[in-house]
């Protein structure tokens, strides 16, 4: 079975800038989670979407969105980029039909890494 | 809101086995433990997870204590390969699905 996989692996945008970034989820799999991983705050929980509804959402600014497709694939979107930005995006993706701590063990993505100039 | 405690840093011999300590002492009685790693720049990696019981698959070893407030990963044989960052998380269920990654344990394997 495929991974979760990621698009695009790396890109560049400067200040100002909004960006999309990608993430398919491992088939089947219907809750998709975002993580934001810089050296200083480490891995942090951005959003989490199950069934297309965002069921949880992390301290961020309203700046990152997200939503997710009937396919279960999920899109991210920061706007009016800024320099702290600049991370690694991750997407994990869980099974989580009945519950139980097996459906909900994520898996994760190679990550978005972005540069923001 | 991380709830689990790691040392910043372990080294282990390759060929040895890896010990990992976790401290989660406010855990609560339907709580998991779930054990991670990510090698430098990758996205974290699946190792196990477990409740009361100890757990063990081709990877690796979960002990947790009988009052849950710690836990154990073991490595059998550590290889090179296994330089990374563990992290312990104790995923907060009433919160949703997501992970409070801490700043984990960095282990490095010499040769």
């Known amino acids: 079975k495929a991974g979760v996989t990621q698009t695009p692996r790396y890109l560049i945008k400067t200040r100002g800038q909004q960006v999309t970034l990608s993430c398919s989820p491992i088939?089947?799999?219907?809750?998709v989670s975002w993580y934001q991983q810089t050296p200083g705050q480490g891995l942090q929980f951005l959003f989490e979407y199950f069934s297309e509804t965002q069921r949880n959402k992390g301290n961020f600014p309203g700046r990152f969105s997200g939503r997710q497709f009937s396919n279960s694939r999920s899109e991210m979107n920061v706007s009016t980029l800024e320099l702290g930005d600049s991370a690694l995006y991750l997407c994990a993706s869980s099974f989580l039909t009945s519950g139980g701590a097996r459906g909900e063990t994520q898996y994760f993505g190679p990550g978005t890494r972005l540069l923001v100039l | 809101d991380a709830k689990t405690t790691q040392p910043p840093s372990m080294d282990c011999a390759e060929g040895r086995a890896a010990n990992l300590p976790c401290n989660h002492s406010?855990?609560?009685?339907?709580?998991?433990v779930y054990w991670y790693r990510q090698i430098h720049s990758q996205g974290p990696q699946y190792i196990i997870h477990g409740l009361k019981n100890n757990e063990t698959n081709e990877m690796a070893s979960l002990i947790i204590t009988e009052d849950r407030k710690s836990s154990t990963l073991i490595l059998p044989h550590a290889t090179l390969r296994d330089t990374a960052v563990y992290y312990c998380?104790?995923?907060?269920?009433?919160?949703?699905?997501?992970?409070?990654f801490g700043t984990g344990t960095s282990l490095t394997v010499i040769p």
């Open positions: 088939s089947g799999h219907r809750s």
């Open positions: 998380i104790v995923r907060v269920r009433r919160t949703g699905n997501q992970f409070y």
């Open positions: 406010t855990i609560s009685g339907n709580e998991y």
